[in-house]
């Protein structure tokens, strides 16, 4: 395992994390909460499994608040710097801890974990991170933080509640637009990765008891879709779902349980004008599982 603080402790986010683009590495975030260390753990299994290395971040703020950052004279390992580093080495020794053989990269950087994560998201191949942090409500099921950068990364974003699932599905809630088809790709290399089962979901939506809003008769065409893109994942085991009630995000939400992950793309077929789509964000906030959600 190794460290990578250099340059880090003035607010340089933009330095590379990995040298090659097809060895984007495994990105979380960690502050010592409950989630980030389950988040962790779901992070150090993945990269193990993917083949990938995993780095832990540690975003401070401190630096912005004040310059006395030093020890305090005649106390050892005392100070706001080293209580930063000795965050930082209990995520990546709770990584080694559980895959020893997982290379596991750290960075310390200074700045807003909801803008600096978001910037190192452009190199990484996926950015994990927790429910709620140190900071965060504790009767809120989802932080701001998790909700930014499910909204605003640049790669996938994994939120995790669940640090070792046991259930051998992978779900992938679609609606037909570029998102979801983007998100059909992410969940099925995760469920290769994962060895998992890959599952195709699409709820139709009845909003009135009419003709209208009846099912479609035959093969549902936004399925039909999302298996040509998978044709050629010859390797996986793809099933179909599909579902139909009044609500889109309450059916995904009962997924969540009973699933090794649920996929959703960040923006539906009608979203406009946002970054996260009204039922993603439902999700996120009502899910008892891990949710991710792809750009």
Same mark, same amino acid.
């Given at each position: 395992?190794?460290?990578?603080?250099?340059?880090?402790?003035?607010?340089?986010?933009?330095?590379?994390?990995?040298?090659?683009?097809?060895?984007?590495?495994?990105?979380?975030?960690?502050?010592?909460?409950?989630?980030?260390?389950?988040?962790?753990?779901?992070?150090?299994?993945?990269?193990?499994?993917?083949?990938?290395?995993?780095?832990?971040?540690?975003?401070?703020?401190?630096?912005?608040?004040?310059?006395?950052?030093?020890?305090?004279?005649? $106390?050892?390992?005392?100070?706001?710097?080293?209580?930063?580093?000795?965050?930082?080495?209990?995520?990546?020794?709770?990584?080694?801890?559980?895959?020893?053989?997982?290379?596991?990269?750290?960075?310390?950087?200074?700045?807003?974990?909801?803008?600096?994560?978001?910037?190192?998201?452009?190199?990484?191949?996926?950015?994990?991170?927790?429910?709620?942090?140190?900071?965060?409500?504790?009767?809120?099921?989802?932080?701001?933080?998790?909700?930014?950068?499910?909204?605003?990364?640049?790669?996938? $974003?994994?939120?995790?509640?669940?640090?070792?699932?046991?259930?051998?599905?992978?779900?992938?809630?679609?609606?037909?637009?570029?998102?979801?088809?983007?998100?059909?790709?992410?969940?099925?290399?995760?469920?290769?990765?994962?060895?998992?089962?890959?599952?195709?979901?699409?709820?139709? $939506?009845?909003?009135?008891?009419?003709?209208?809003?009846?099912?479609?008769?035959?093969?549902?065409?936004?399925?039909?879709?999302?298996?040509?893109?998978?044709?050629?994942?010859?390797?996986?085991? $793809?099933?179909?779902?599909?579902?139909?009630?009044?609500?889109?995000?309450?059916?995904?939400?009962?997924?969540?349980?009973?699933?090794?992950?649920?996929?959703?793309?960040?923006?539906?077929?009608?979203?406009?004008?946002?970054?996260?789509?009204?039922?993603?964000?439902?999700?996120?906030?009502?899910?008892?599982?891990?949710?991710?959600?792809?750009?």
């Amino acid at each position: 395992m190794t460290g990578d603080k250099t340059g880090d402790m003035t607010g340089d986010t933009t330095g590379a994390i990995d040298g090659t683009a097809a060895r984007r590495p495994v990105l979380v975030g960690y502050d010592g909460s409950d989630g980030a260390k389950r988040a962790v753990l779901w992070a150090s299994r993945y990269a193990v499994a993917a083949q990938l290395p995993l780095v832990v971040v540690h975003c401070w703020t401190w630096p912005f608040f004040t310059h006395d950052l030093g020890p305090v004279p005649g $106390v050892q390992d005392s100070g706001l710097r080293r209580e930063a580093e000795r965050l930082m080495a209990e995520g990546q020794d709770l990584a080694t801890g559980a895959e020893p053989d997982l290379v596991v990269r750290t960075r310390l950087v200074v700045g807003f974990p909801s803008e600096a994560l978001v910037r190192l998201s452009a190199e990484a191949s996926l950015l994990v991170t927790g429910t709620r942090g140190l900071g965060g409500f504790a009767e809120l099921l989802i932080g701001s933080v998790s909700l930014h950068l499910a909204a605003s990364a640049s790669c996938p $974003v994994m939120v995790v509640r669940d640090a070792r699932p046991t259930h051998d599905t992978v779900v992938v809630a679609l609606d037909g637009s570029p998102a979801s088809d983007r998100a059909a790709a992410t969940a099925a290399d995760v469920a290769r990765t994962l060895h998992k089962r890959l599952q195709l979901l699409h709820v139709h $939506v009845q909003r009135r008891r009419r003709q209208s809003d009846a099912p479609p008769e035959g093969r549902d065409p936004v399925l039909e879709r999302a298996a040509t893109l998978l044709a050629g994942a010859t390797d996986l085991s $793809v099933t179909e779902a599909p579902a139909a009630g009044h609500s889109a995000a309450g059916f995904i939400v009962q997924r969540t349980s009973d699933a090794s992950c649920v996929f959703l793309g960040a923006r539906g077929s009608h979203s406009t004008g946002t970054r996260l789509g009204s039922t993603v964000h439902a999700v996120l906030h009502h899910a008892k599982g891990n949710v991710g959600v792809v750009p």
